[in-house]
C-alpha cells in the first residue's frame, strides 16, 4: 500500500472500521453479486463456523474463481458500494485537518476489497495504516485470503482482535512520538468494533452507528458496568454528525 509515514506532531487519533462504516453494506456480502446467479449455493454457505468466518471467505473465494468470476468482475462489484451517510463529507472535513488528525483503518475485510474501493473514491491517501486480512489475486485468478493475525481474546473471531491492534499501534505510536494523542476516536458499527473501544480512555470518543451491534453493546455495557466503559459515547446516522463534534473538539486547546 502506498503508506506514507506518519508525522508525530498531529493531536488526534482515528479509527476507522469499514464495512457498514465507510461503505454502506459488507463488502463480504456484496462480492457474492459477482458470483453466477448473484447467489452462493447452499452446500457451500452450510460450511460456515461460528467465529471462523476468515476461512469461509476463503471458501467462498475458491468458488467463485472455480466458477470463473474474473478479478475485474469482482472489483467492479465491491467500487460499487455506495459510501455510509456523511462519509465522503467527513473525509472532506479530515483532508482539511492533515494537522491534526492521523487515520488509520482496522477492518476484517480485505486489502484488495478496501483498497479498490478507496482508490475509486479518491480516499487512500487519508489513511495513514490499513490493518486487515492479506489478500491479493493468485496466477490463476482466485483472490487469496489469509488471517490478520491469531490472538487470545475470547470475544472476537479468530483471525482478527481489533483491541490488540489498537492497543498495539498506540504503544508503538506513543514510543515513537514521545507522547500520547490528546484524544482517540473510533468509529465502528459491528460487534468486533465493541472490543476495541473498551480500552478507550475518558477523553477519547467512541463513534457507535447508531442501533448497530457495536452501539447496542456499549448500552448494555454502561447498564452493566457503568465504571468499566470510559469513552464518550456519540452515536451517528451519518458521518455529518462526527464532522461535527470533531469541529467542536478541534476547536479547544
Ligand atoms: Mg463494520
Ligand atoms: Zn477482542
Redesign the pocket.
Known amino acids: 500500500m502506498a503508506a506514507h509515514p506518519a508525522p508525530n506532531s498531529k493531536r488526534f487519533l482515528i479509527f476507522f472500521?469499514?464495512?457498514?462504516?465507510i461503505v454502506d453494506e459488507s463488502s463480504d456480502d456484496v462480492v457474492v453479486q459477482a458470483a453466477p446467479g448473484q447467489k452462493l449455493p447452499n452446500w457451500l454457505k452450510d460450511t460456515y463456523q461460528p467465529g471462523r468466518y476468515n476461512e469461509y471467505m476463503q471458501r467462498v473465494l475458491a468458488y467463485m474463481a472455480e466458477q470463473g468470476v474474473s478479478e475485474a468482475a469482482i472489483r467492479s462489484v465491491i467500487e460499487k458500494i455506495p459510501a455510509s451517510p456523511g462519509i465522503i463529507a467527513l473525509f472532506q472535513y479530515l483532508r482539511t485537518r492533515p494537522q491534526d488528525f492521523e487515520i488509520v483503518l482496522v477492518s476484517d475485510a480485505n486489502m484488495v476489497f478496501i483498497e479498490s474501493w478507496l482508490r475509486r473514491v479518491g480516499a487512500h491517501q487519508l489513511f495513514v495504516k490499513i490493518f486487515t486480512n492479506p489478500a491479493s489475486f493468485d496466477g490463476k485468478g482466485q483472490l487469496r485470503l489469509g488471517p490478520f493475525h491469531s490472538h487470545g481474546c475470547p470475544r472476537c473471531p479468530e483471525n482478527m482482535c481489533k483491541q490488540v491492534i489498537v492497543r498495539d499501534y498506540l504503544a508503538r505510536r506513543a514510543q515513537e512520538r514521545g507522547r500520547p494523542y490528546q484524544r482517540v476516536f473510533y468509529m465502528?458499527?459491528?460487534a468486533n468494533?465493541f472490543c476495541p473501544s473498551l480500552i478507550l480512555g475518558p477523553r477519547d470518543t467512541a463513534f457507535p452507528r447508531r442501533d448497530y451491534p457495536m452501539h447496542k453493546l456499549i448500552v448494555e455495557q454502561q447498564r452493566s458496568q457503568p465504571e468499566s466503559f470510559r469513552a464518550a459515547v456519540f452515536p451517528w446516522v451519518s458521518g455529518e454528525d462526527v464532522v461535527a463534534r470533531l469541529r467542536s473538539l478541534v476547536e479547544e486547546r
Open positions: 472500521d469499514f464495512d457498514e462504516t465502528g458499527d459491528g468494533d
